[in-house]
């Protein structure tokens, strides 16, 4: 059974930085699609991040966010990280970490909610002067 735990939110003026974690439990493969995601109010769900764990791989970002977010692994703890900076309110919604066997090797559906089938409770981040 795969569990995933994110945590790390807050609130937060415009400008600052947090990280998010997401810890994996019950791997859905010794290597897999590991992605984030975020929802505003409002909004369809849109994807942040995405990268195949386990090799060093390179990970890929949303437009809106390169530059300011980066995702990164440990795989001794079992756990994800987006590491956010330079935030903005329009980055303001609640994180989602997602993971699948398989959702990313096609890079063009790799930002595709529905194709992950595990996914954390979420974490709120709210960026607000």
């Known amino acids: 059974q795969v569990h995933l735990q994110e945590s790390g939110g807050g609130s937060l003026q415009p400008g600052g930085s947090l990280t998010l974690s997401c810890v994996v439990s019950?791997?859905?493969?010794?290597?897999?699609?590991a992605a984030w995601f975020r929802q505003a109010p409002g909004k369809e769900r849109e994807g942040v991040a995405f990268?195949?764990?386990?090799?060093?791989?390179?990970?890929f970002y949303a437009d809106s966010v390169k530059g300011r977010f980066t995702m990164s692994e440990d795989n001794a703890r079992d756990a994800l990280y987006l590491q956010m900076s330079s935030l903005k309110p329009a980055d303001t919604g609640m994180y989602y970490c997602?993971?699948?066997?398989?959702?990313?090797?096609?890079?063009?559906?790799?930002?595709?909610?529905?194709?992950?089938?595990?996914w954390g409770q979420g974490t709120q981040v709210t960026v607000a002067a």
């Open positions: 997602a993971v699948d066997t398989v959702a990313c090797l096609e890079r063009a559906n790799a930002w595709t909610p529905s194709l992950y089938t595990y």
């Open positions: 019950g791997r859905p493969s010794p290597r897999y699609c």
């Open positions: 990268m195949f764990t386990g090799g060093g791989g390179k990970k």
